[in-house]
């Protein structure tokens, strides 16, 4: 039975959710290509059929971990004032959620440690995601006259992105839990958010 071009194209956004979710959850190094096809409820010869390689797999899947990445920013910002919609994305990045969610986290708090070891198409797609983010960043800080705001957005996602590794790599729940706060709270007194 042939399938057609749609079909095959919402295969491979299938597959390469169940490889985005595997990759951040595990490292794209312990990601097998067999384990992330029977995520996806395919059997591993169908994988040339998507990708030449698991190195251009993990390349797409870093990009499409950004693509959610910035769905939810827009989620957590849209239609609100700058400074509000800063606070609320302050507020979901440095929560226990997003620090027990490795599956469905930032990208760039998963593959960081990696970045390294992977190669150079997926580090340019890790550099380039987050870049994005760095911009999103700095237009809600452009949007509460920052005149550094790119500066500050890249001062402001590299404590984000430590805070957050951090409290992944405490054993303590509680000591996880303070490193979190303290920087919502110092990031807030920073960015003026009091009020928010």
């Not at 303070?178 to 009091?194: P, Y």
Request: net charge positive; glycine share 6%; with cysteine.
């Amino acid at each position: 039975m042939r399938y057609g071009a749609e079909h095959k194209q919402e295969t491979r956004i299938r597959l390469l959710k169940a490889a985005a979710n595997s990759i951040r959850a595990e490292g794209p190094h312990q990601a097998g290509v067999s384990m992330i096809m029977a995520e996806a409820g395919l059997t591993h010869g169908g994988f040339y059929a998507h990708f030449a390689s698991k190195d251009e797999l993990i390349t797409a899947a870093i990009d499409q971990m950004f693509e959610q990445s910035r769905s939810r920013f827009v989620a957590k910002t849209q239609d609100r004032d700058p400074a509000d919609a800063l606070w609320s994305y302050i507020s979901f990045y440095l929560s226990s959620s997003h620090r027990d969610g490795l599956a469905t986290g930032c990208p760039i708090a998963a593959l960081l440690s990696d970045a390294q070891r992977v190669s150079g198409a997926a580090r340019e797609s890790l550099s380039q995601g987050a870049s994005r983010l760095k911009k999103q960043l700095a237009d809600l800080l452009w949007g509460m006259e920052y005149v550094d705001a790119e500066d500050q957005a890249d001062s402001l996602l590299a404590e984000m992105v430590g805070a957050l590794m951090l409290a992944r790599a405490e054993p303590d729940r509680n000591r996880s839990n303070k490193i979190l706060l303290r920087s919502k709270v110092n990031l807030k007194k920073r960015f003026h958010l009091e009020s928010v």
